[in-house]
């Protein structure tokens, strides 16, 4: 397959070189290689980075036969429409200290409850020159795989994605216990005053919402609640990512949704669950994760009977490994996690309008720019019809909103400014 930009460093002595500092052989004799797109699904227009599986068949030393073996190359891009965003942001340096210095610390830590925990794919090598580079294990190799957005997660799959989360995020609320500096590079999310400018994205698309409600089959009392989130959308959100959650902060992912989590069976018995796509974390409440994934990763039907049980099981995870950790602040309560989730429900409507419909698409063209640093504004995406594509999971999620004053949040707002301005002068 020809070569791009970012590939073209690749080559027989770069492999040799990888191959013998990486498993410790001896006269590598690289007989083919190739490098091909990992995945259509993972090069979305808000790609991070170019995605790129290298093939290789080789001997050695000390394999003499041919041996097979494929890593997963990340690369910044040097050409194409996010080079500038991509020279401004440092998304790309973020995720090679997460592999390399941040989630081995966090699986040491973990270790020393007795049991080895795998976070990530490991990393092989990174490289500034001559490109940007991260190159991963090739987790397919070992029998894990990323499930069918469309189709979302199944109740098993969701129950060891929350729990693995909460060992991720135990483990990164003991370090930052520890040393408060241990994440500087990590406190701007996806929602930030300094990239207001660049997320207009998500009231833009609730207005439209409240515009086609008839055609979702959503009445006029709730399209009225709806046409008021726009003017108040990014102040929620913004509050809800630098929220203070009864002191407990963690590194979030940022972007722990089905495409960013992969499984592994065992015959039919689900076994594990990996993460990827380290590029958007941040210090946060750990319901910055939490509410984006139950927006946009379990399926519809397990979403609805399930979410309580999945926000227990998180819960109750997170409790007993910060408990083993010797975590010495005080743990929130789950009633304290799920008052903190109803304080902050204008997340879970945010998410459910604007993330949740587009994320649950094979198109990977509709993903949000949940990386505002590096979104396009060039990029065009047809919002009404994937709404009314989700219409009725859409119009299922905002009744239950509405019966517990999640959509009110618009509407307090505007009866307070009535009511200032009939007693101004």
Not at 40 to 59: E, F, G, Q, T, W
Not at 203 to 225: C, F, N, Y
């Amino acid at each position: 397959m020809p070569k791009t930009a970012e590939t073209k460093f690749v080559n027989s002595l770069f492999l040799t070189n990888l191959i013998q500092s990486q498993y410790g052989e001896s006269e590598v004799k690289i007989k083919v290689y190739d490098v091909e797109p990992a995945s259509a699904d993972i090069n979305d227009p808000y790609a991070r980075s170019s995605m790129n599986r290298i093939l290789i068949k080789y001997v050695s030393k000390e394999n003499p036969t041919d041996t097979v073996i494929t890593f997963v190359a990340k690369i910044k891009p040097t050409e194409g429409l996010l080079v500038e965003q991509f020279k401004k942001a440092d998304v790309f340096d973020k995720e090679i200290l997460m592999y390399k210095s941040v989630l081995p610390s966090m699986v040491t830590l973990i270790s020393k409850l007795g049991s080895v925990i795998e976070l990530s794919p490991q990393l092989i090598y990174s490289s500034e020159t001559p490109s940007d580079l991260v190159v991963l294990e090739d987790l397919t190799a070992r029998g894990y795989s990323v499930e069918n957005q469309a189709l979302g997660l199944t109740y098993d799959q969701s129950k060891m994605a929350v729990e693995k989360l909460a060992f991720f995020h135990a483990a990164s609320a003991v370090m930052l216990s520890e040393n408060g500096q241990v994440f500087t590079k990590f406190t701007k999310g996806t929602f930030h005053n300094e990239y207001k400018d660049k997320l207009s994205y998500f009231p833009d698309t609730i207005r439209t919402v409240g515009e086609i409600a008839s055609e979702l089959g959503i009445g006029q009392p709730m399209a009225d609640k709806l046409l008021k989130l726009p003017a108040k959308t990014l102040q929620k959100v913004i509050e809800s990512y630098e929220s203070d959650f009864k002191g407990l902060k963690v590194l979030n992912h940022g972007d722990f949704w089905t495409n960013n989590i992969m499984f592994k069976y065992q015959g039919n018995e689900l076994i594990d669950a990996i993460f990827v796509d380290f590029q958007n974390c941040v210090v946060g409440s750990p319901i910055i994760d939490l509410v984006y994934f139950l927006a946009s990763s379990p399926a519809y039907d397990v979403l609805e009977k399930h979410r309580d049980e999945l926000v227990f099981i998180y819960h109750e995870t997170l409790v007993l490994l910060l408990q083993k950790m010797g975590y010495m602040k005080s743990v929130p309560t789950l009633l304290e996690l799920q008052v903190e989730l109803l304080k902050h429900g204008s997340l879970q409507v945010v998410y459910a309008l604007t993330v949740s419909p587009f994320l649950r698409t094979r198109d990977a063209h509709n993903t949000p720019p949940m990386q505002p640093t590096l979104h396009s504004p060039n990029q065009s995406v047809d919002v009404k019809q994937i709404l009314r594509a989700h219409a009725p999971n859409i119009v299922a999620q905002l009744k239950a909103y509405e019966m517990i004053g999640l959509l009110d949040w618009g509407a307090h707002e505007s009866k307070i400014k009535g009511l200032m301005s009939r007693f101004q002068r």
